[in-house]
């Protein structure tokens, strides 16, 4: 699976998805930090990356409907401290691992992940 993480994350994030045999990349890395989230988006698209972001205008699924893409996923969480976000991403991987966000949103949150059909 190819993942592509938003510039809102802190820098050596995509070693844990690499570490289990994930490609990825982030916005930072590539220098689109600042691009809008329409051309971030777009990007993923052609590179066939999931999306995985804490910004929540991705979780507007009007806005931001998943068909036809590899995946957007949205960590919701009330700190974003760095411990909370290996946290998350951790859980998140051993889903990852398990089923694909083809087509979806996911909204990871502490206690539980959503998941929509676009």
């Not at 592509?4 to 990349?25: H, M, Q, W, Y």
Request: glycine share 6%; net charge negative; hydrophobic share 40%.
């Amino acid at each position: 699976m190819k993942i592509k993480l938003d510039e809102n994350f802190p820098t050596g994030f995509g070693d844990i998805f690499r570490s289990v045999g994930f490609e990825a990349d982030s916005v930072f890395e590539e220098r689109l930090s600042g691009a809008a989230d329409e051309s971030v988006l777009a990007r993923s698209r052609a590179e066939d990356r999931v999306l995985i972001t804490l910004d929540l205008d991705f979780s507007n699924i009007q806005a931001y409907p998943p068909a036809g893409l590899p995946g957007i996923i949205v960590l919701r969480t009330k700190t974003q401290d760095r411990p909370t976000l290996e946290a998350l991403i951790r859980r998140l991987v051993s889903v990852l691992e398990l089923r694909s966000p083809r087509d979806q949103l996911w909204i990871v949150e502490q206690d539980r992940i959503r998941f929509r059909q676009g």
